[in-house]
């Protein structure tokens, strides 16, 4: 069945970055572990350093995953918006590069899901 559009559409976004009070949109998924359907989104100063990000956001996002506890954080890998990235835990998100609606993916080798359900 054939779709025809009538457009154009012409509307501001609700997720503008000047909607946000001062902070930025920031998604989150960790690689392997569909418990979490889909990345998790969070409003970040753009301030914040890596090292609040990892130490606060990141486990109040997956500290309930039976496989958060079990993390090797020295071999954890990262991904910006697809491309590999090294954070530096002083330098705040936005001084790194990560933008309003950006998505950072966490990869922890040798950690597939619960039980290894994504291997």
């Not at 976004?13 to 969070?42: I, S, T």
């Not at 590999?84 to 950006?102: M, N, R, V």
């Amino acid at each position: 069945m054939a779709v025809a559009a009538i457009g154009p559409y012409e509307f501001q976004p609700k997720d503008r970055l000047e909607n946000f009070h001062g902070n930025q949109v920031v998604y989150l998924h960790w690689e392997d572990h569909l418990m979490f359907c889909a990345p998790v989104a969070f409003p970040l100063p753009p301030a914040m350093p890596f090292a609040a990000f990892h130490d606060q956001i990141v486990p109040a996002a997956y500290a309930q995953h039976p496989d958060f506890v079990s993390i090797d954080w020295t071999q954890a890998e990262w991904k910006l918006d697809g491309a590999p990235f090294t954070p530096d835990p002083a330098k705040g998100l936005k001084e790194q590069g990560i933008g309003h609606k950006s998505v950072l993916v966490l990869r922890t080798p040798g950690l597939t899901g619960i039980n290894g359900s994504h291997a």
